[in-house]
């Protein structure tokens, strides 16, 4: 007794107890930065992320693939909405977050600055850069802060599906001609390196981590993920007959796990930074896409305004016309 | 409500019944402001610690989706099977997808 804690250490205790902070409890200034900037990046992902695949949607091979991909494509962004939300309860405002998407401000995962070339660029996206994304959004429907961990299970259940139509465009392509074959194997070297790197940096040149994980933000550290999907992966590649282009990668019986190459870490800054193959092409799209929708954003307000000014002053309502 | 009735507004009452879980419509009842309301779902919808967290909502403020729309609004869905991931043949061997 008599003891005194900061709060800042009853926080601590009382995430590291499992529970869920929700948006009226007290937290650390630090705590919701972190999760604005990081929440408002992963909307923001999911909405950049329509537009590779947006890409193939009118030259899909099939009616049933392009209603499969018209499906994910939605899904993506109504994954973008529910994480907006969630990012609103920390007191952000949506047009903000926006804002700092279109002015280039704020960051998206950089696999969405890859082109998608070639219809099996479908088939590995699903595969790879969602099963990369699944493994990072299964660890985070435990994430302390009660909005996102929500939305993050939903979005789960949404995402199952995506990671399946993917790998199955990639197994029909790797059992077919020998040019379909060839045309998955060509997808996957593409989209290997850069889905390993979606994990972010290693552990040991992730100085946020640490603190994320102190706040039970994340669960598990950037290398652990990584390794986790790489083990899951290389066996999915085997059973399709492809082939992972990494040299180095060599299952290795004492840890458990597949050793692997070393990671291009000057490519992932570099795309960070803005110098990724499509970076600028995103960016307009969004910009153009923001611009051309504004008058339908104005008729919906203006239509709103006229409604309740008729609501409130009926009588009005005959001179109106 | 009716001329001269003094009854109060209705509230719907939604509760959080544990940590980590969202919150969830529980009914309704009649209060004559939301710190009421909240003092009154308190006593009506938790009093076997059913939850952890209360909100109360004007009725007036819900607006619901009419129920003979039903069909329009919801049949779209019901032959888009692709959205489910069983939808899709995935062998064993590969490990959960």
């Given at each position: 007794m008599g003891e005194t804690h900061s709060l800042e250490d009853r926080f601590q205790a009382f995430v590291e107890a499992e529970n869920k902070v929700e948006p009226k409890h007290w937290m650390p200034d630090g705590y919701r930065k972190t999760l604005v900037r990081q929440i408002s990046q992963h909307a923001h992902s999911e909405v950049v992320g329509m537009l590779p695949e947006a890409n193939w949607i009118t030259r899909a091979p099939s009616l049933r693939a392009k209603l499969i991909l018209l499906a994910k494509v939605q899904d993506e962004a109504g994954h973008g909405l529910y994480l907006y939300s969630a990012a609103e309860t920390l007191g952000t405002s949506r047009d903000q977050m926006i804002d700092d998407l279109l002015s280039g401000k704020a960051k998206y995962s950089s696999i969405f600055n890859y082109p998608t070339l070639t219809w099996a660029d479908m088939g590995a996206v699903g595969w790879l850069v969602d099963g990369a994304a699944i493994a990072n959004q299964v660890m985070l429907c435990r994430t302390s802060y009660g909005p996102y961990s929500r939305a993050m299970v939903r979005i789960c259940k949404e995402e199952s599906f995506h990671q399946r139509q993917g790998y199955e465009i990639m197994m029909t392509l790797a059992k077919g001609s020998p040019e379909q074959k060839a045309m998955a194997q060509d997808a996957l070297n593409r989209w290997w390196?850069?889905?390993?790197?979606?994990?972010?940096?290693?552990?040991?040149?992730?100085?946020?981590?640490?603190?994320?994980?102190?706040?039970?933000i994340k669960r598990k550290s950037n290398d652990e993920l990584r390794q986790e999907y790489i083990d899951k992966t290389v066996a999915q590649a085997e059973f399709i007959g492809l082939s992972i282009p990494d040299p180095?990668?060599?299952?290795?019986?004492?840890?458990?796990?597949?050793?692997?190459?070393?990671?291009?870490?000057?490519?992932?800054?570099?795309?960070?930074?803005?110098?990724?193959?499509?970076?600028?092409?995103?960016?307009?799209?969004?910009?153009?896409?923001?611009?051309?929708?504004?008058?339908?954003?104005?008729?919906?307000?203006?239509?709103a305004a006229k409604q309740s000014a008729r609501q409130s002053n009926p009588s009005k309502q005959t001179h109106a016309a | 409500m009716s001329q001269g009735s003094q009854q109060w507004p209705l509230w719907e009452v939604f509760v959080r019944s544990k940590n980590g879980l969202a919150h969830k419509h529980s009914g309704s009842l009649h209060a004559p402001d939301a710190e009421m309301a909240l003092k009154n779902a308190r006593d009506v919808y938790t009093r076997r610690s059913e939850g952890v967290s209360i909100w109360v909502i004007p009725s007036e403020a819900i607006t619901a989706s009419s129920p003979d729309e039903k069909d329009p609004l919801f049949a779209p869905s019901d032959d888009k099977v692709y959205r489910h991931p069983t939808f899709y043949d995935i062998p064993d061997e590969v490990g959960h997808m």
């Open positions: 390196w850069p889905s390993v790197m979606m994990f972010g940096p290693s552990d040991d040149n992730s100085p946020n981590s640490t603190q994320s994980m102190k706040w039970r180095e990668l060599k299952w290795n019986e004492e840890t458990g796990h597949y050793d692997f190459g070393e990671i291009d870490w000057t490519e992932f800054f570099q795309v960070i930074a803005g110098n990724g193959p499509c970076n600028s092409e995103r960016l307009a799209a969004r910009q153009k896409a923001h611009n051309e929708g504004a008058w339908v954003r104005d008729a919906a307000t203006a239509y | -």
